[in-house]
């Protein structure tokens, strides 16, 4: 699994880092004030529909499925991938059709009730841009879910990273030749924007579906559905749809309050949120997903053998692996996160002062990291069993304490502190979904290897929190020298960052952290040879 998900990581942090710069030259093209609010909004649409038509039942049911249709099918699941396949193509293209074709009043039930009329057209034209993505990314998302079941976990991981280079070369031409005034901008700026944006996604999906090809696939139309299996499939997906429908809800809320606290307090609203939330999500992308992406057809098939020691020592594995990484990030992040933004946002359009404020965001949310990852990995146990029930029900409970602390951050804060309290949210909500869903994992599987992991748990903070001190320090004596600028912010992620990396990777070591021993052996290695 260490290897599969070094190769994935690989993938994903050279997508990250190229998203990062992707990301800075749209702040710096655009702003966080309103174009950049129409911008997000809009970009955020594609998705939305995405998730709630297949992006859960890809995660929850598609990989179980096609590994049990694999065992049990005599043409190891070929037929039962290219019904599947064709179902995805003539679905996606119809929604993303109607999705072009309704566009303004989607963007009008996203948005904030106080937008202008402006305001909420260009949104609307840089959604009907947009929304073609949504058959693109479905088929490429397929595409990568069915290599995964092959053990090919390289090209889903590395295709990103043309979607970002696609769109960073529209954003250098949209620099030098647009508008971040919303009130200037013109049907020539919005056309660049949107189909560039949808430009990269195509250039992705191209790349999966010339992957899945190598890796042996061979797409013929298959319309037929009787007796084919995909009936289970639709079974456990309804569960899916109700999980992704409720998440969507509260990711609604979640919007609606951010645009609004961004209209009251410009720059303070959510594009803050949407930046924030990207970069917190950085360490997860790089280190937990591709664990996830290793562990589940693993599980899967274990299960399917009937061999539930195997799914205990799997997620065990999982939870220390990914927390040997995510402890020390969630910490540096606590104390970094403004110094991150700084380098990245303190650029173009932006000012330092909104780069600052998006780091207290961020702040904010890598306290969220531990428990949200862990919270990831537990859902794919319930998934490779097959139960999206249990995680749907989950879900409703996330939205409900999600959205009530939203809005009371959203009525009792300050304008500019409506975010960070939005933030504060996301974090009690995982900490809580943590335990329940712990709770409950541990009985469908009679145990989950608690004293195991909260041992190493312990000693992973124990390492992290010298190294995050000192991280601090170099942070409080650049400032107390200089004002905060991007040259000084690189200047205290070099040094307090990469200082307090060495150290917790020492401490870790003595303290005899197997995760991070096994890391630092498989990086030697490969770096010997």
Known sequence: MLRASAIMAAGTMVSRLTGFVRTAMLAAAIGTFALGDAYNAAYMIPYILLDLLLQGVLSSVVVPVIVRAQHRDPDGGQAFEQRLMTLAVVVLTAVALLGVLLAKPIMELYTASNWTEDKVEVAATLARFMLPQIAFFGVGSLAGAILNTRDRFAAPMWAPVLNNIVVMGVLAAYYAVGSSDIEKVSERDLTLLGLGTTAGIVAQAIVLVIALHRAGFRFRPRFGLRGTGLGEA???????????????????????????????????????????????????????????????????????????????????????????????????????????????????????????????????????????????????????????????????????????????????????????????????????????????????????????VTAGLGRMYAAAIPAAALALAVLWLARELTAITPVSSAVVLAVGGGAGLMLYMLAAHRLRVPEVRSIIGLVAGRVGR
Request: charged letters at 10%.
């Open 234 to 452: 639709a079974r456990a997906a309804v569960w899916t749809f109700g999980y992704t429908g409720i998440t969507q809800i509260g990711f609604w809320v979640t919007t609606k309050l951010a645009t609004g606290a961004g209209d009251r307090a410009p720059g303070a609203g959510n594009s803050a949120w949407a930046y924030a939330f990207q970069l917190f999500q950085l360490p997860y992308g790089i280190i937990a997903v591709s664990v996830i992406t290793a562990m589940l057809p693993r599980m899967s098939r274990s299960v399917a053998e009937g061999r539930l020691d195997e799914v205990r020592t799997e997620f065990a594995s999982a939870v220390r692996l990914v927390s040997s990484v995510i402890v020390p990030a969630s910490l540096l992040l606590m104390v970094l996160g403004p110094a991150v933004t700084t380098l990245i946002f303190s650029w173009g359009h932006m000012t330092t002062a909104n780069a600052i404020y998006i780091g207290h965001v961020l702040q904010v949310f890598g306290l969220a990291l531990v428990p949200f990852s862990v919270f990831q990995l537990l859902l794919r146990v319930f998934y490779s069993f097959g139960d999206t029930r249990t995680p749907a029900i989950m879900a409703a409970v996330n939205v409900a304490i999600n959205a009530t602390l939203s809005l009371v951050a959203y009525f009792t804060l300050p304008d500019r502190y409506v975010v960070i309290g939005m933030a504060f949210a996301y974090l009690a909500t995982y900490v809580v979904l943590c335990g329940v869903a712990w709770v409950l994992a541990s009985r469908k599987i009679g145990g989950l290897s608690g004293r195991e």
